[in-house]
């Protein structure tokens, strides 16, 4: 009886790589002022959660005194992180000032 020969072929695929890394960013306001206020601290963090998650990563936690604000999230690495901080610090920038928060021009450093 003839023998067979099987032949078997693994492919790997490295599209499921699994990456997890987490950040810590922290943005001044603009000469280091206390303005940013109790009132309307908490709906700041809504809003720029809102734009961590809206480019796909993940707020762990957020938490701001009158002169800077902590961010903490797991950063997905198909955007830079220069890019989503330009975008935090530009449009929350834009809300506060539409908002009309502090009776001058805020602008994170």
């Known amino acids: 009886?003839?023998?067979r020969v099987i032949t078997f072929y693994v492919i790997i695929n490295m599209t499921n790589t699994y990456t997890q890394i987490h950040i810590q960013?922290?943005?001044a306001v603009?000469?280091?002022?206390?303005?940013?206020?109790?009132?309307w601290?908490?709906?700041l963090h809504q809003y720029?959660?809102?734009?961590?998650q809206n480019n796909g990563h993940k707020m762990i936690a957020i938490n701001s005194m009158?002169?800077?604000?902590?961010?903490?999230?797991?950063?997905r690495p198909d955007q830079s992180l220069s890019d989503l901080m330009r975008m935090v610090k530009g449009e929350s920038s834009e809300w506060i000032n539409k908002q009309k928060f502090t009776p001058s021009i805020f602008r994170w450093q």
Not at 30 to 39: A, L
Not at 48 to 52: A, K, L, M
Not at 66 to 74: M, R
Request: with cysteine.
């Open 66 to 75: 009158p002169d800077h604000l902590h961010l903490f999230f797991g950063f």
């Open 25 to 27: 960013c922290v943005a």
């Open 41 to 43: 601290k908490e709906r």
């Open 48 to 52: 720029i959660t809102g734009i961590v």
């Open 30 to 39: 603009k000469s280091r002022q206390s303005v940013i206020q109790p009132d």
């Open 1 to 3: 009886m003839p023998r």
